[in-house]
């Protein structure tokens, strides 16, 4: 069968993505960019907000008219989306199976009961058919994702993760090492360690006895890994160890992503969010005075249910106490089966939210454009990623602080080391040319 995978959502659904394109791959299958080559469409979901799942329910609509045209293609859906609506998902037109957040290792077999026409929804866990040998056809030749642990133990009041990637469950240590190595082998220089909460991972293993900063410390000493990066973290569990680890490793890069919802201590408690406005300061101080260079960026909500002016007052004057170098900035919105929705009365009017947004954006593109002008006139080593968009003679990379750069390269230079010369800012990318070209 020719498959297509069209994938919504964060990292973790890209990489379960190449892991379903890898064992489809090797049970004899053959993998096309072209969705109108397919028969066989796999739609990967994300639920995180409404719009997600929108954007889900329109893509399944658009593949009825492919089938009119190839009436033997089918359609799976998996990801958050799948394991949150199940039989409602199958119910619609055109789906012809549905599977969880933890059935993807059970493709090939899923496939084989789509053969004999089965609709179904499955729901099973399948993780422990995973190991470091599982084939993996990976969407970048020079940047790998890899998944340490699965699920969440947190329960955010906004936040259907929990409910839809289940409990904590993190991978084998041997098992990630192992991959890290085969990685490093086949050329990979650069990793992205990927979890829901990554300073997690370990905590249910046999004896407790390996934890995230293990991970970093092994992985920064493979040869041939040349940038490690690593998503998302929770500021309560990030540990000393893993600061040092990072400080200890040049090649960790020093971009340190740390959600911290909100700045005032009310709304945490609400949110459930594990941690107070001080502990959250407290860590920052320690990753600075350990890595000084390191570039922190955050991710907040606005407008959460009884977010008074105060509050949000307390969030602007902790971005600039920090000095975040980038915000991920998001308008609270009710997810359907969570606590906040089911217990928070959705209070705060479009506008005011809306305000509250604009100004963390105006905030936050100031900061950056001072941030940039710095970079003027200076050199910066990236890695080049990929075309800025496809046919461009643009590419771009980041910096190890995670700073876009963009310049003028032929399409041999991705995966190269590339230094390049700034010669113009924005509050977004940096721009231009190259001066020096490293293997
Ligand atoms: S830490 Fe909170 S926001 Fe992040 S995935 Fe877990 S429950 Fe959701």
Redesign the pocket.
């Known amino acids: 069968m020719r498959f297509y995978i069209e994938t919504y959502g964060c990292q973790m659904n890209v990489n379960e993505s190449e892991k379903m394109a890898g064992l489809l791959s090797n049970a004899g299958h053959v993998y096309t960019e072209r969705m109108k080559d397919a028969d066989l469409i796999l739609v990967n979901t994300c639920t995180v907000r409404q719009k997600s799942a929108e954007k889900v329910y329109g893509f399944i609509g658009r593949t009825l008219a492919l089938r009119r045209i190839n009436p033997s293609l089918r359609l799976g859906v998996c990801g958050c989306l799948a394991e949150a609506e199940g039989r409602a998902l199958l119910r619609r037109k055109g789906v012809d199976f549905v599977f969880g957040t933890r059935a993807y290792p059970a493709i090939p077999e899923m496939l084989e009961r789509v053969r004999r026409s089965e609709r179904f929804v499955e729901r099973g866990d399948f993780l422990a058919q995973e190991n470091a040998c599982s084939p993996i056809r990976r969407f970048s030749s020079h940047h790998a994702w890899v998944t340490i642990i699965y699920g ?1 133990d ?3 009041s906004y ?1 259907i ?2 409910y839809t990637r289940g409990r904590e469950k993190s991978r084998e240590f041997s098992d990630v090492c192992a991959e890290v190595e085969s990685l490093a082998k086949l050329g990979y220089r650069e990793i992205t360690f990927l979890g ?2 990554v300073d997690s991972y370990g905590k249910d293993l046999r004896e407790n006895s390996v934890g995230f900063a293990d991970l970093l410390s092994f992985a920064a000493k493979v040869k041939g890994i040349e940038r490690i990066w690593f998503l ?1 973290s ?1 500021p309560s569990d990030f540990t000393q160890g893993a600061i040092d680890a990072i400080a200890n490793h040049p090649n960790i890069a020093r971009a340190i992503h740390l ?1 911290l919802q909100s700045g005032s201590d009310s709304i945490l408690k609400k949110m459930n969010r594990r941690y107070s406005r001080a502990e959250f300061i407290d860590l920052t101080e320690r990753i600075r005075k350990a890595i000084p260079e390191a570039a922190l960026s955050t991710d907040l909500i606005v407008g959460f249910p009884g977010e008074s002016e105060e509050d949000f007052e307390r969030s602007v004057d902790l971005v600039e106490t920090v000095g975040f170098e980038r915000l991920n900035l998001a308008m609270y919105s009710p997810r359907e089966g969570t606590l906040s929705q089911q217990t928070l009365p959705d209070d705060i009017p479009y506008s005011v939210k809306n305000k509250r947004l604009q100004f963390l954006l105006n905030l936050q593109k100031r900061i950056n454009k001072a941030l940039n002008t710095a970079s003027l006139g200076k050199t910066q080593w990236v890695i080049a990623e990929k075309p800025t968009k496809p046919g461009s003679p643009q590419l771009y990379g980041r910096t190890d602080r995670n700073r876009i750069v963009i310049f003028e390269g032929d399409a041999d230079l991705i995966g190269k080391w590339v230094e390049v010369s700034i010669k113009k800012v924005t509050a977004g990318p940096l721009y231009g040319d190259i001066s020096n070209i490293r293997d």
Do not use: D, G, R
Request: charged share 10%; hydrophobic share 15%.
């Open positions: 969440c947190k329960f955010c936040c993760v929990p829901q909460n998302t929770y959600p």
